[in-house]
Protein backbone atom coordinates (compact mmCIF):
# COMPACT_ATOMS: atom_id res chain seq x y z
CA UNK A 1 0.00 0.00 0.00
CA UNK A 2 1.49 3.58 -0.68
CA UNK A 3 0.57 6.43 0.92
CA UNK A 4 0.78 9.98 -0.64
CA UNK A 5 3.11 12.42 1.13
CA UNK A 6 2.69 14.94 -1.45
CA UNK A 7 0.15 16.04 -3.62
CA UNK A 8 1.17 18.46 -6.89
CA UNK A 9 -0.75 22.03 -6.35
CA UNK A 10 -0.47 24.64 -9.66
CA UNK A 11 0.06 28.16 -7.75
CA UNK A 12 1.64 30.65 -9.47
CA UNK A 13 4.49 32.64 -7.57
CA UNK A 14 3.11 35.72 -8.30
CA UNK A 15 -0.12 34.62 -6.15
CA UNK A 16 1.93 32.88 -3.98
CA UNK A 17 3.87 36.42 -3.29
CA UNK A 18 0.90 38.49 -3.31
CA UNK A 19 -0.62 36.32 -0.62
CA UNK A 20 2.66 36.62 1.19
CA UNK A 21 1.97 40.29 1.32
CA UNK A 22 -1.47 40.38 2.17
CA UNK A 23 -0.57 38.30 5.82
CA UNK A 24 -3.02 35.05 3.94
CA UNK A 25 0.20 33.38 3.93
CA UNK A 26 2.68 33.25 7.18
CA UNK A 27 6.45 31.85 6.31
CA UNK A 28 7.74 30.56 9.51
CA UNK A 29 10.85 31.99 11.26
CA UNK A 30 13.09 28.64 10.12
CA UNK A 31 16.60 30.04 11.37
CA UNK A 32 17.29 30.54 15.19
CA UNK A 33 18.41 33.77 16.15
CA UNK A 34 21.63 34.67 16.13
CA UNK A 35 23.65 33.80 20.01
CA UNK A 36 27.14 35.35 19.13
CA UNK A 37 28.25 38.77 20.33
CA UNK A 38 28.57 41.27 17.19
CA UNK A 39 32.45 41.30 17.68
CA UNK A 40 32.40 37.73 17.37
CA UNK A 41 30.15 37.82 14.28
CA UNK A 42 32.78 40.03 12.68
CA UNK A 43 35.71 38.21 13.55
CA UNK A 44 34.38 35.19 11.64
CA UNK A 45 33.58 37.43 8.65
CA UNK A 46 36.77 38.63 9.12
CA UNK A 47 38.74 35.50 8.92
CA UNK A 48 37.20 34.45 6.10
CA UNK A 49 38.12 37.40 4.13
CA UNK A 50 41.43 36.86 4.81
CA UNK A 51 41.34 32.90 3.78
CA UNK A 52 41.18 31.49 7.18
CA UNK A 53 38.07 28.91 5.89
CA UNK A 54 40.24 25.97 6.98
CA UNK A 55 39.81 27.18 10.53
CA UNK A 56 35.91 27.55 10.42
CA UNK A 57 34.76 24.60 11.92
CA UNK A 58 37.39 22.03 12.51
CA UNK A 59 39.15 20.48 15.74
CA UNK A 60 42.43 20.04 15.61
Do not use: H
Not at 27 to 49: E, G, T
Amino acid sequence: MTDTLFKEVRYSLGGLIGDIGLARIGLPDIQRPVVWANAKVRDLFDSMYRGYLDLVGTRA
